[in-house]
């Protein structure tokens, strides 16, 4: 074994002694190379919610312990977070110092078992950071002015519409828009829906005239606007008016069609990891999200209050999972592989 890898793996064992040092504290754990091997892997390509989820999780970790090395970050797309649940489940990635982004998404897609035959316990729910929306958006020039004006032309001729955004059928995006084609009273297997590889090429598609509408999240389609994307925002999914970015923006319950899809978004490790590792990570998410500065921190990354970590996300996640398993039940999803 070379000098290198042996530097390294002493590093990574000696991470769970620091983390459990507390988000605060002292001297000379600054200098501890173990925290510079530390990272957020980001399970799709860049520009979507789990870019923006890993940005929040390294800023919100360097609130409370500014003297720290940063959140290392890396992409690794494939089946908007198929691959990396698979890797973590399966061994092939993990240990003290990988964090993984996931969302409401993650758990509709482990929900139909499109993450493989692996069980919710493969994972240790870390820390949910904040929760995102659901949107319908258009591009700027779009004739669709309103929701209702959108759900006009689905009511006569749905198949004039192509809807675009991440993941295949059964993915969060796609059930929002079959949910949309429900409302409009159409048969949701009729709907035109292009798959990509996360919001974030959706969204350059939808720029591009490439789709018509982009039933997305908010927060990346903020980012987008942003960045100067000609993108328009019809409503959101939300159960009341928001502030912040989408103040002003109107829901689609206000539009008279009743749909709404909060995300929420956090990050897992491997359920392998030794409980004092583990413990150590939520303890130091919990301090961040209780610090005075995270709120605005949040706000900066287009996110809303929705802050949970250890047994409580625990128990958030199994009850998300059992009402997916009838969102999916109820538009005639099959179970993955059966």
Known sequence: MSTLELTRRQALRALPAVLLAGAGTAAGAADDPSLAAAECVIPAKAGGGFDLTCA?????????????????????????????????????????????????????????????PHSPSAARWIAALGTDYGVIAVHRDSPYRSLQDLMAVLRQEPSKVVFGAGGTVGSQDWVKAALLLRAAGRDHKSMRFVSFEGGGDALSALQGKHVDVFPGDAAEALQAIAGGAAVRILAVLSDAALGGGLAGIPTARAQKVDLAWPTVRGVYMSADVAEAAARGWIDAFAEAMAAPGYPALRERHRLYPFSLTGAALEDHVMASLARYKDVAADLGLRRWGR
């Open 56 to 116: 929040l999780a390294r800023d919100g970790l360097q609130v409370v312990r500014p003297s720290r090395p940063p959140l290392g970050q890396r992409f690794l797309p494939g089946g908007i977070g198929a691959v990396a649940f698979d890797r973590i489940a399966t061994g092939r990635m993990g240990g003290p110092a990988i964090l993984v982004a996931f969302s409401s998404g993650s758990l509709l897609n482990i929900a139909q078992g499109r993450f493989g």
